[in-house]
């Protein structure tokens, strides 16, 4: 085929045979993956912990390598879940059945002829023999993007000024002990949102910035934010000056070591990491103290406003919404106008994010104060080290998903890989899968617990972890050293969530590389992928021969994955009595004390709360509605099903982005819909603004 001539969405044959696999799958469900909408108040296994040991769960936690205290928490929680009678992890069911296995195969090894049968030792032998079969590679090109239309200039921006790109940190305005902690982590001239957002920001200007993925957004935040706090103490009593908000977990833990890194040689900047998932107790005691700033998850923070007595966001100077347009999605809609009318209205707001949306617009006409646009990248930009490569799945062939996968990370991709899935279900097969093939594999989503979930992202740091399989919890601000490959194992709903799932790799000017399973079903979004592409998009085509030896090698190890969920099963079960056992036990002890703990107040009431959840689920036959059809009830016997095949697998995973990208279609087309995500109707109904005796006068014009 000419190189003029190539249709860049005509996709080439990869895929002859018809084989099916009958794949018994005994995991979950396929929930939504992403921190969780609204955290409930729970007390956690955390707790015991940390007891008596910090006021200040910030200062203690880390998540470096030796930090002895969150070994202690981790281990803990091991002996925790040893006692309640786990009998092995995961990974200790899946080296057992290796071993198992490889007994077996020594005895049969000397009868067998082909050694591509053999498993004895599959990773090694496998890239020898196919060694000499390479995957094939063609250039697909770009369709340049007709766009010279004149963008409107939006009014309500004001024009960023120019930003010297060639200087250095220390010609800077900043702190002595700031650009000694910047050197110390071997940074000395700053990325270009950087270089653009510390005068500004210095200024107080609200700002919405947005920057390619790996740009070093975070600093770029964090540096005006210390500068200011150090160059302008609190006059009065100590209280909370800045808040910053993320989008999962992980990114406020990471968020909070860099801001921990930028302050090692000051002493008097206290910070508090307030997120679901870990010790509540704990941050309540260090939320007392009145840190300077939070870093928080909005469903935890909103649970300390109204439950810890002492703590307010009156006195917010600066508020950051990092992953911005996630924070002001319809997810955390209801959450964010809760935050918004809590904090101080005289604060400078900084917005951050690679993919900026119309929808942030929205928010920024109600709650930004003159900002200024500093769009370093257009919103639809990947890194620009990125290479970006797609495999075709041919129409019926979707089950060789697996298999090629398989041999990407077998034959090709053997470390410093991140896989994306679409569930947790599809994350937890590929783990034990890929683990019983001989990789070391961990999983990263929202069923694991908040230890498991930061342990696995340290042992993937550590490298102790060559390949992470997760779904988009982890899409989305993670910045993991030296990942090289991301592949997607279906395409994820959206471009956005696309730009952000690749922006993993080819980090701060480094290479990376991208690799994508794309169907039929999926051309549109690979439509859109190769309209933003700056550099030619290549297809990768791997022989069909490695795909029916992986297609067949995973079928031999059906069983083992069956034997392995059912291992599982009666260990899930046993455990789940325990805790009942637990609960009955705790409840007694209360009946006889008469020492309830006090009702956690939330901001909505349970019935908002239950229609919000409503309107948000993705899956309507997974509905909270008491009264069903009986066709709904029929549908949700249907999900419950386990997919037999690894056709129904992805047919599973299909349908998630399905659900999600009819929603986005209905958003777009209801009026009711454009009308409820304006924050202004919202806002004008804003609580009356509270301000306590110690808070500063409001100096600046009323928003
Ligand atoms: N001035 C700098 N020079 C070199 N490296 C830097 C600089 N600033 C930040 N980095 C590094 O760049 C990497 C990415 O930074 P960061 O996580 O802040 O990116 P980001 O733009 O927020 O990405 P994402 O959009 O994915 O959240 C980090 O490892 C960080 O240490």
Redesign the pocket.
């Known amino acids: 085929m000419s190189r003029q001539n190539f249709d860049p969405l005509a996709l080439i044959p990869t895929i002859d045979d018809d084989d099916e696999n009958d794949v018994p799958d005994l995991d979950g469900s396929g929930d939504e993956d992403e921190d969780e909408m609204i955290e409930k108040p729970r007390a956690h296994k955390l707790a015991q912990a940390t007891k008596g040991k910090s006021i200040d769960f910030n200062e203690q936690f880390q998540f470096l390598l030796d930090d002895p205290d969150e070994k202690k928490i981790l281990n803990d929680n091991d002996d925790q879940l040893k006692s309640r009678g786990q009998l092995s992890t995961i990974d200790e069911k899946i080296a057992q059945i290796r071993n198992r296995r490889q007994k077996k195969n020594k005895s049969e090894v000397e009868d067998e002829q082909s050694s591509t049968n053999n498993l004895e030792d599959e990773s090694y032998e496998m890239e020898i023999e196919h060694e000499s079969i390479t995957d094939k590679m063609k250039i697909k090109e770009t369709k340049k993007k007709k766009s010279s239309k004149n963008k409107k200039q939006d009014e309500f921006f004001e024009e960023s000024p120019p930003f010297n790109p060639d200087q250095v940190f220390s010609e800077m305005k900043i702190s002595r002990p700031l650009l000694k902690a910047l050197s110390a ?1 071997g ?5 270009p ?2 270089a653009a957002t510390v005068p500004i920001a210095l200024l107080g200007r609200d700002l919405c910035a947005c ?10 935040f964090a540096l005006p934010i210390l500068e200011r706090l150090l160059y302008k103490p609190h006059q009065t009593a100590p209280c909370t000056r800045v808040l910053i908000l993320a989008p999962t977990r992980e990114l406020c833990v ?1 968020i909070h070591q ?1 801001f921990r890194q930028l302050t090692q040689f000051t002493h008097n900047i206290n910070m508090c990491l307030s997120t679901g998932g870990l010790d509540l107790k704990s941050q309540e005691a260090a939320l007392r103290l009145q840190p300077d700033i939070v870093v928080a998850t909005p469903g935890r923070l909103i649970d300390h406003i109204h439950n810890s007595p002492s703590f307010t966001l009156q006195n917010i100077e600066i508020l950051v919404l ?2 911005a347009d996630r924070m002001l999605d319809e997810y955390y809609f209801e959450q964010m106008k809760e935050v918004i009318t809590n904090c101080s209205r005289t604060r400078q707001t900084m917005l ?3 993919t900026m949306t119309d929808q942030i617009k929205d928010l920024i006409q109600v709650s930004l104060n003159r900002p200024i646009r500093l769009f370093i990248d257009d919103n639809q930009s990947v890194a620009p080290y990125l290479r970006q490569e797609f495999i075709r799945i041919r129409e019926h062939r979707e089950g060789d998903r697996e298999a090629i996968t398989a041999a990407l990370l077998i034959r090709t991709f053997h470390d410093r890989v991140i896989v994306f899935a679409q569930t947790k279900r599809q994350c937890h097969r590929m783990h034990v899968m890929l683990g019983l093939l001989g990789l070391k594999i961990g999983e990263l989503h929202g069923d694991l617990s908040q230890t498991q979930r930061l342990d696995t992202l340290k042992r993937f740091k550590n490298e102790e972890i060559d390949i992470l399989i997760a779904t988009d919890l982890a899409a ?4 993991i ?1 030296n990942v090289k490959t991301v592949i997607n194992f279906i395409l994820p709903n959206t471009l956005k969530h696309y730009i ?1 799932r690749v ?2 790799t080819a ?3 480094k290479t990376g590389r991208s690799i994508s399973l794309v169907g039929e079903n999926e051309r549109h979004l690979l439509k859109d992928v190769l309209k933003t592409c700056k550099v030619p998009a290549k297809m990768r085509i791997i022989p069909q021969e490695i795909i029916q030896i992986f297609r067949n090698k995973l079928e031999e190890l059906e069983p083992d994955i069956e034997e392995i969920f059912k291992m599982e099963y009666g260990e899930k079960m046993i455990q789940s009595c325990e805790t009942q056992l637990d609960k009955a036990e705790k409840h007694l002890k209360q009946n006889k004390t008469n020492d309830t703990n006090p009702k956690r107040e939330w901001f909505q009431t349970r019935n908002e709360r239950l229609q919000e959840q409503e309107k948000l689920r993705l899956d309507p036959y997974n509905s909270t509605k008491k009264k069903l059809s009986k066709e709904e009830r029929e549908q949700i016997q249907k999900n419950k099903s386990i997919p037999k095949t690894a056709d129904d697998r992805v047919k599973f995973e299909m349908q998630k982005v399905e659900r999600f990208q009819t929603r986005q279609i209905e958003k777009k087309t209801s009026k009711r819909s454009r009308e409820s995500s304006s924050f202004e109707n919202d806002l004008t109904k804003e609580k009356p603004q509270r301000r306590s005796k110690s808070a500063p006068p409001i100096k600046k014009s009323k928003r």
């Not at 989305?476 to 910045?479: F, H, P, V």
Request: neutral net charge; charged residues 20%; hydrophobic residues 35%.
């Open positions: 982590i940074l000395h001239s700053p990325t949102i950087q920057a390619v993925t790996g740009s070093g957004k975070t600093i770029a990471q860099v990092d992953e951050f994010s690679a989305r601000g993670l910045d050293e952000h922006g993993r980090r701060a000017g």
